[in-house]
Every structure is written in C-alpha cells, then in structure tokens.
C-alpha cells in the first residue's frame, strides 16, 4: 500500500431471531437493531467519517444495518467473501483499495479482530475487545498495523 486510507469497520446492529426457520444470511434487523444503526450513522455523519467505498456483506442484517446509517450515497458493492469472513480477509480487500475512505460491514468474530489487528494500539474501551453490535472502529493505515482514530457503540453516542 502506498497511500493513506481510513479505513471504517462496523459490525452490523443487532438481528432479529423471532423467525428459526429463517436461513443465518437471511436474518432481518430487529427494532433496536435499526435504531441503532440510525445513531451510529448519526455519530458517523458527525464525525466526518464518510466513506468513499462501502464494502457490505451481503447478508440481509449487514445491507440493513448500511442502510439505516443514512450515509449519502456512495459507490457500494454487496460481497459474499465478506458473510463471516475473517480478519485477514477482511484487511487485505480494505488494503486493496484506492479509494481515501472504505467502509466495511461485517460480522463476528472477524469484523472484530479485523479492528484490533489494524490498530497499533487499540481504543482505551472496554467494549472494543467484544466488539458488540453495531461497534464501530475508524482507523489510518498506510502499512501495518495502522493508526486508530475513532471507536463507538450504538450505547455512546
């Protein structure tokens, strides 16, 4: 990589489970789920942290949860690699672009460790290491591991 990118990690909102018969890919947001993808939109939009790229899984709960940020409307691909992909997955397609800023809309564990192995040093928060619904790290890399700017949950903002 020969340029700076911020690269956004976010881990879709919560999922509704009422339905069993539903296939995992399938799952829905629930109410908090869409509530909190509004606020974390909210805080992203405040924080100037709007993407150039959105690289979405393209399980139903993640296309929500994009949707419910209510970011402006940017180039946005839907990828299958990214259902449950893991960490290096993850950092080798964020490195593969040459956009300035990517968003990337994953799952667990992989969004999550994706954020801990692109920081030098993590966020002082305690929910970072979980990594809950909706927690959302903003990182710079230009190599590895990068630089952390920013970390919330749906509970913060």
Partial sequence: MDHFIKLILLRHTKSDWTDPSLPDR????????????????????????????????DARRTRETLEGLGLPETQTEYRPDLYLADAETILSLARAQTVGCVLIVGHNPGIGAAAEMACTTPPVAPEFTRYPTGACTVVEIDGEPGRWLDFATPRDP
């Fill in 26 to 57: 399938e799952r829905p947001l629930n109410e908090r789920g869409r509530s909190a993808a509004a606020k974390m939109g909210e805080w992203l939009r405040s924080r100037g942290h709007l993407p150039d790229l959105v690289l979405c899984s």
